[in-house]
Structure formats: structure tokens, C-alpha cells
């Protein structure tokens, strides 16, 4: 059996779109959030005998900052993706009224190429 697909309208782009740009703004507040934690100073004295990841403590970078670098890096993927689906509904837009234009220019020339010829004008002094 096969699957019907229909095509990606650009009311469709557009709320691709607007979903990417929601996910980049919930992991840009992560993000900051993420940094800033790292960032404050804490307000419990540490426990020198708490476990700490070999993999953050071998680059000298807190797993805060690291965690907040990767998901800054995601929101920049899926903001520039949101401007990509808003950048293709337009364009998808704009070639649909092509379309529509082409069709009806082709009718009107088909009509007039179909038309009687005009009469020609007397020419003066004849």
C-alpha cells in the first residue's frame, strides 16, 4: 500500500519554524541557567570527598560549564533551523504565486492567440 504524503505547505514551514524556535529559547534559558549555577558561589561549604567526574576534571572545565556550552551550541542549531523553515515557507510561497501567475498569463495569451485578428486601421491618403 502506498503512503500518501502531501507536500509541505508554507503555513506548515512556518510552524516548523516557530516549534525550532521555541526549542532554541527553552535551551538558551538552560544554557544560562546551566552557567550561571556553575557561576554562584556556593552556599554549603564542598565536601572534598564528593565524587567528581574523571572526564570534566581531565579538560579542568566544571560539567556545568560544558553542559551549558553543548546546549548553547544546540539552540544556535535549532534557531538557525527555524530560520531555515521560515526562509523555504517563503520561498515555497513565492513560487506557488509564480505558478498561479504563469497559468493565467498562458490562458490570456492562448485567448488572444485564438481571437480574430484586429482590424487593420485605413491608412490615411488611400
Not at 13 to 19: S, T
Not at 29 to 34: G, K
Not at 77 to 82: K, Q, R, T
Not at 94 to 104: M, S, V
Amino acid at each position: 500500500m502506498v503512503r500518501h504524503n502531501p507536500p509541505m505547505t508554507p503555513q506548515r514551514w512556518k510552524g516548523a519554524g516557530i516549534v525550532f524556535l521555541g526549542i532554541a529559547a527553552l535551551l538558551i534559558v538552560a544554557a544560562v541557567v546551566s552557567v550561571l549555577v556553575v557561576a554562584a558561589p556556593p552556599t554549603v561549604p564542598l565536601n572534598t570527598a564528593e565524587y567528581e567526574p574523571i572526564s570534566a576534571s581531565l579538560f579542568g572545565v566544571s560539567p556545568g560549564l560544558l553542559r551549558g556550552v553543548i546546549l548553547g551550541a544546540f539552540a544556535g542549531v535549532a534557531f538557525f533551523l527555524g530560520l531555515t523553515c521560515f526562509m523555504w515557507s517563503g520561498m515555497a510561497e513565492a513560487n506557488r504565486q509564480r505558478a498561479e501567475i504563469l497559468t493565467e498569463l498562458t490562458a490570456l495569451r492562448t485567448r488572444a492567440d485564438h481571437a480574430a485578428p484586429p482590424a487593420r486601421p485605413a491608412e490615411p491618403g488611400a
